[in-house]
């Protein structure tokens, strides 16, 4: 029903930028909150920023407060994460992620795009 697709990752030194983007397509009216999560190997998947679907309301995780800046924009149906400051510790598969809350709640995940930050 919701489609994620991500684009933007690729190669970037440390102290340098980048954009991620994220295009919801299908009924997407049902989605509550949509975020980014990364996973780095031999970890688990972490959130990494979030926002409301509705207020506008946006939530980061500590280690990338101050550096990182989550958006969306309601008439594209698109959401970005703008990423500055990047550490090599960034580096990770990151994921679009989209939350429906009711009827039931459920998890919609796109493919990933791989972030690499180089020393």
């Known amino acids: 029903q919701v489609q994620l697709v991500e684009s933007g990752g690729g190669l970037v030194q440390a102290g340098g930028s980048l954009t991620l983007s994220c295009a919801a397509s299908?009924?997407?009216?049902?989605?509550?909150?949509m975020g980014w999560y990364r996973q780095a190997p031999g970890k688990q998947r972490e959130l990494v920023a979030e926002i409301t679907t509705s207020g506008g309301t946006t939530n980061y995780a500590d280690s990338v407060k101050g550096r990182f800046t989550i958006s969306r924009d309601g008439n594209s149906n698109t959401m970005y994460l703008h990423m500055s400051s990047l550490k090599p510790e960034d580096t990770a598969v990151y994921y679009c992620?989209?939350?429906?809350?009711?009827?039931?709640?459920?998890?919609?995940w796109g493919q990933g795009t791989q972030v690499t930050v180089s020393s």
């Open positions: 299908g009924i997407i009216g049902s989605i509550n909150a």
């Open positions: 992620h989209g939350l429906r809350l009711y009827p039931l709640k459920y998890d919609y």
